[in-house]
């Protein structure tokens, strides 16, 4: 469809992720933190398609060099964790999790060079952790995360991660339908 749409009227079709316009706003979520925070020992940074974590990750380490950026992604979706860590690109096809933004089916072609570049360590957190979290987020901090908006937060709580120094966690997105959100915080998943 949106091949049809570029054709019929010279759209310009952008990538979600894997475009240096995407992947350079995305690194402003890390860049806003650090002007409030002033340092960080580490970032925490969700991952599906690799814009968010690799532009955070670009600038975490031009302002905190030392700074360990660790993205963070559903186990049942872990195909950058998996490419991260044999240096290989991984693929995942539509992978049954409720972090439904990190159902896309690898890095980038530049965002995968970002991150074996840039990122210090990607770690997996279960769907239980990825609830907990949202869980938490809605009574304790009254706010409404998406589950992959969730998944530093889920890191942390779950000890996948353990804090060290001054942590930074990225959150985004509140794109969640009602009838999810309901599910996630009956526990009805």
Known sequence: MADLLRAEHGYTIIPPFDHLD????????????????KTLDM??????????V???AIAAKSIEPACRVIGIEPEL????????????LHTVKNPPTIADGTRTPSLGKLTFPLVLEYVDDMRTVTETAIVEAVQFLFYRMK??????GAL??????SGAVSASG???????GGNVDGNMMSKILLNEL
Not at 143 to 148: A, F, G, H, Y
Not at 166 to 172: D, E, Q
């Open 166 to 172: 001054r942590v930074g966690v990225i959150i985004s």
């Open 152 to 157: 530093g937060l889920a890191a942390l709580l």
């Open 54 to 56: 690799s532009g955070s």
């Open 77 to 88: 979706a872990d195909d950058a964790t998996r490419s991260f860590h044999t240096k290989t």
């Open 22 to 37: 995407i992947i350079a706003g995305q690194g402003t979520a890390a860049l806003e933190l650090f002007e409030e925070l």
């Open 143 to 148: 706010i409404v995360v998406e589950p992959s």
């Open 43 to 52: 970032l925490l940074v969700p991952c599906g398609g690799g814009g968010l």
